[in-house]
């Protein structure tokens, strides 16, 4: 299955919900990251950095011709300008399935697809994507989010953390 058809899938799928004006800002800010040479709109490979930086993958030549569909044509390439951009991404964040990411993260880090995670594959993970965090921290978030205390985090208390916001505890 190819990161297209996923996000095709998602767009009919999803409900639609809507952009935050923080992501806006965050989706105008990733344009102006991205637009290199300042020239106030952003190429096909401009569009490719942006896309990564915004949704973590590199999108195919399908999603990049789709995202150009209606661009205009500055100095002999497609150029796409910032009210646009923020459009287009904007319905690809309103896309997304909030689950869906928890579900991809809780298999990565569950490399011996047991439905749980252990102590030891949280570690195995934060070596790899935050080496600077304390082993002794790591342990203690463990502990918080093994609620029943059995050395196991099952995906719903996985899925409960990733949701967690320190508003829910007003």
Not at 80 to 88: A, C, G, S, Y
Not at 92 to 110: C, S, T, W, Y
């Amino acid at each position: 299955m190819t990161a297209s058809s996923v996000t095709f899938r998602q767009t009919i799928a999803a409900p639609a919900r809507g952009v935050t004006e923080q992501e806006r800002r965050i989706i105008a800010a990733v344009f102006h990251d991205c637009d290199s040479g300042q020239k106030g709109y952003l190429n096909r490979e401009d569009i490719k950095v942006a896309t990564v930086s915004l949704f973590g993958y590199k999108p195919s030549k399908f999603e990049v011709d789709q995202v150009f569909k209606n661009a205009t044509e500055v100095n002999g390439e497609y150029a796409l300008e910032i009210d646009h951009f923020i459009t287009v991404m904007s319905s690809k964040m309103a896309a997304q399935d909030g689950d869906e990411e928890i579900r991809q993260v809780f298999l990565a880090f569950d490399t011996h697809c047991r439905g749980f995670l252990t102590l030891d594959d949280l570690l195995r993970a934060g070596s790899h994507v935050a080496p600077h965090i304390p082993r002794h921290r790591m342990e203690a978030a463990f502990r918080e989010v093994d609620s029943d205390g059995d050395g196991r985090v099952s995906y719903r208390d996985f899925q409960y953390m990733m949701k967690y916001s320190l508003d829910d505890r007003m």
